[in-house]
């Protein structure tokens, strides 16, 4: 679960407190993050999302990833890793594919990984400076990268 929480921020910069995007980030290493092709968007119709508490669900097995919202039927990503392996959804050429000895289609997400709970506060790279009345400038010396 992702957020921009500023109120006014535009539907199609990624929305406000009314919005939220469900993220797999994935990749041969750090520098070829695939997250773009395993990306799904959410956009409350009714107030925001911090007008009631939600749920917000993982589901994940040997077959197939998704998040959701408050009901599993209400799904915000889906990622099938039963008929396509991570190395091609990837598309890459330029390296070796590290998961090639795996015995599953659904490699890196076959092995045991630690869940991180961050509560990132800022940031310049999704931000733009005029939208949504943002208080910090990306090019200002306390802006947080």
Wanted: aromatic share 16%; charged share 20%.
């Amino acid at each position: 679960m992702e957020s921009r929480g500023n109120v006014g921020y535009p539907k199609e910069n990624g929305g406000g407190p009314e919005a939220f995007c469900s993220t797999l980030h994935w990749g041969s290493d750090w520098t070829t993050n695939q997250f773009w092709k395993t990306r799904g968007e959410y956009h409350h119709t009714n107030g925001t999302l911090a007008d009631d508490f939600h749920v917000y669900g993982l589901y994940w097995d040997d077959k197939v990833i998704y998040t959701y919202l408050d009901d599993d039927t209400n799904r915000i990503l889906f990622v099938n890793h039963s008929s396509q392996s991570y190395w091609d959804r990837s598309g890459l050429t330029n390296r070796s594919n590290p998961w090639q000895y795996s015995k599953n289609k659904n490699a890196p997400f076959d092995t045991n990984f630690y869940l991180i709970l961050n509560v990132a506060v800022g940031g310049t790279v999704f931000f733009e400076d005029g939208v949504a009345n943002k208080p910090w400038k990306n090019n200002s010396p306390r802006a947080s990268a």
